[in-house]
């Protein structure tokens, strides 16, 4: 079975740039969800989509967004790009309840100049 | 306001003996509990996890308790091996039906021979 694909594994933009990264989920997961991992605030989530809708969201900017499609892929976006935002994005899915493990991806590392 | 908290941020132990990572937490409504191995450049890989209905679950070399009054977890690892020298993080969730992990903050574990 293959497990959570994130694409590219590695951006690297300049401040003010807009980004977009992608997401698929293990076959059968329909919930997706985001985190953000930085050496100074650790892990922390996002959003998470669950039949292309948005159920629950961090404490976040509005640059911060994403979107689910019909076969349970997401994106990500983060428009106007600021220093801060470089980080490794992870991207983990399951099934739907919140008693299920999540699977995480690989990352992508994302590096704004 | 850092809810999930492992407050020793590395671990160095022998080949054979025994792994005790920490984690406590604040949030009483929290009752799913997750442990997380990182290895760099990778995603979290799920080890094993627990529900607050109970204190102990095993699965092989691994054992998490839960301490439900003193709001604390830990994971045990016997016997430690060389390769599980890792980042491990711990996570928690509430039961609202959305996959929302709270993360710690890691305890790098390294295991020598």
């Known amino acids: 079975k293959a497990g959570v694909t994130q694409t590219p594994r590695y951006l690297i933009k300049t401040r003010g740039q807009q980004v977009t990264l992608s997401c698929s989920p293990i076959?059968?997961?329909?919930?997706v969800s985001w985190y953000q991992q930085t050496p100074g605030q650790g892990l922390q989530f996002l959003f998470e989509?669950?039949?292309?809708?948005?159920?629950n969201k961090g404490n976040f900017p509005g640059r911060f967004s994403g979107r689910q499609f019909s076969n349970s892929r997401s994106e990500m976006n983060v428009s106007t790009l600021e220093l801060g935002d470089s980080a490794l994005y992870l991207c983990?899915?399951?099934?739907?309840?919140?008693?299920?493990?999540?699977?995480f991806g690989p990352g992508t590392r994302l590096t704004v100049l | 306001d850092q809810q999930v908290k492992q407050n020793s941020p590395s671990l160095s132990v022998q080949e054979g003996r025994i792994s005790i990572l920490n984690c406590d937490y604040t949030?009483?409504?929290?009752?799913?509990f997750l442990w997380y191995k990182k290895y760099p450049a990778e995603g979290p890989t799920f080890l094993i996890s627990i529900s607050s209905i109970k204190d102990k679950n095993e699965d092989g070399r691994f054992t998490v308790f839960l301490n439900k009054s003193a709001k604390h977890l830990s994971l045990h690892i016997v016997p430690s091996q060389p390769g599980d020298s890792a980042v491990y993080f711990c996570?928690?969730?509430?039961?609202?039906?959305?996959?929302?992990?709270?993360f710690g903050t890691g305890t790098r574990l390294l295991v020598s021979p």
């Open positions: 949030n009483s409504m929290f009752d799913y």
């Open positions: 076959s059968g997961h329909r919930s």
């Open positions: 989509y669950f039949s292309e809708t948005q159920r």
């Open positions: 983990a899915s399951s099934f739907a309840s919140s008693y299920n493990e999540q699977f």
């Open positions: 996570a928690a969730s509430e039961d609202t039906g959305f996959q929302k992990l709270v």
